[in-house]
Nanobody, 124 residues
């Protein structure tokens, strides 16, 4: 079994910052990528950011590039999403996922495990 628990969401003003955390347990994640996806009301879940196992490769969707930073903890079973300069359009439920295979880092369907999500609301 794999458990992923997100935390750090909340209600903030535009321009504020939040740091989301995702803690994994239940198995070893050696060699696996971890990523963040988000789902806004009425929209499909979309890719936000991902990081490979070593932490030396980071990937971002264009709309968050330069504002969000994904990182791994030293134990590599925790992943963070530092979100700066938040905008109202960032409002969504943010989900942490683990990709165990060799699929695309950007594709939702290639992530095997998911957390329960954490709500991020950015007011104007």
């Amino acid at each position: 079994q794999v458990q992923l628990v997100e935390s750090g969401g909340g209600l903030v003003q535009a321009g504020d910052s939040l740091r989301l955390s995702c803690a994994a347990s239940g198995r070893t994640f050696s060699g696996y990528a971890m990523g963040w996806f988000r789902q806004a009301p009425g929209k499909e879940r979309e890719f936000v950011a991902a990081i490979n196992w070593s932490g030396n490769s980071r990937y971002y969707t264009n709309s968050v590039k330069g504002r969000f930073t994904i990182s791994r903890g030293n134990a590599k079973i925790t992943v963070y999403l530092q979100m700066d300069s938040l905008k109202p359009e960032d409002t969504a439920v943010y989900y942490c996922g683990v990709r165990t295979g060799s699929g695309s880092i950007y594709q939702l369907g290639d992530y095997e495990y998911w957390g329960q999500g954490t709500q991020v609301t950015v007011s104007s």
